[in-house]
T-cell receptor, first 114, second 114 residues
Framework: QQQVKQSPQSLIVQKGGISIINCAYE??????FPWYQQFPGKGPALLIA?????SEKKEGRFTISFNKSAKQFSLHIMDSQPGDSATYFC?????????????FGKGTKLSVIP | NAGVMQNPRHLVRRRGQEARLRCSPM?????VYWYRQLPEEGLKFMVY????????ESGMPKERFSAEFPKEGPSILRIQQVVRGDSAAYFC????????????FGPGTRLLVL
């Protein structure tokens, strides 16, 4: 089964610090890698996404780094705030393959403490 | 522009009853995906539909589960003869053509089977 492995399971960061969440994948056909943010009782919200033709993408305080040869990608949250406390999921899919089903990591629960 | 809508938000059923979950995609989106999230787990793909067509149901359990997306009206995920193991959050996502990998999620339906 195609897998996306996410780490760490939980993360505690001081306010103003950098939060880093890592994901690794197996299927080299994956070509779209989104990150989702989920608050308790809510649906996942699309945060930022990257394709393998770039090594980094930045949107505000959120940055995705992508290492195609290592089959790894990571989310960096700069200047982390208590409002960033949520569960973050990485995902991957093969676009243009007919299904577009997202394969998700198991999630990282981020707590940003004041 | 309203987001993906799901109802009911919470559903309680006794073992053996039927559960019907509804999903209305975002305006202009013609592709719908259903995912299931077990407690403390990531989301698992179930089924991908277009209007009047099931494109990929590889993640659906073989028995008791069915899905449809009629020409008019919302997409329906139907679970017959529910069992306690069906208790989970069920999320619907929709995507705009042609960028089907960019999926926007609804708030989910939390199903509890007693």
């Amino acid at each position: 089964q195609q897998q996306v492995k996410q780490s760490p399971q939980s993360l505690i960061v001081q306010k103003g610090g950098i939060s880093i969440i890592n994901c690794a994948y197996e299927n080299t056909a994956f070509d779209y890698f989104p990150w989702y943010q989920q608050f308790p009782g809510k649906g996942p919200a699309l945060l930022i996404a990257i394709r393998p033709d770039v090594s980094e993408k930045k949107e505000g305080r959120f940055t995705i780094s992508f290492n195609k040869s290592a089959k790894q990608f990571s989310l960096h949250i700069m200047d982390s705030q208590p409002g960033d406390s949520a569960t973050y999921f990485c995902a991957a899919t093969v676009s243009g393959a007919g299904s577009y089903q997202l394969t998700f990591g198991k999630g990282t629960k981020l707590s940003v403490i004041p | 522009n309203a987001g993906v809508m799901q109802n009911p938000r919470h559903l309680v059923r006794r073992r053996g009853q039927e559960a019907r979950l509804r999903c209305s995609p975002m305006k202009g989106h013609s592709h719908v995906y259903w995912y299931r999230q077990l407690p403390e787990e990531g989301l698992k793909f179930m089924v991908y539909l277009q209007k009047e067509n099931i494109i990929d149901e590889s993640g659906m359990p073989k028995e008791r589960f069915s899905a449809e997306f009629p020409k008019e009206g919302p997409s329906i995920l139907r679970i017959q003869q529910v069992v306690r193991g069906d208790s989970a959050a069920y999320f619907c996502a929709s995507s705009p053509p042609p960028v089907r990998e960019t999926q926007y999620f609804g708030p989910g339906t939390r199903l509890l089977v007693l």
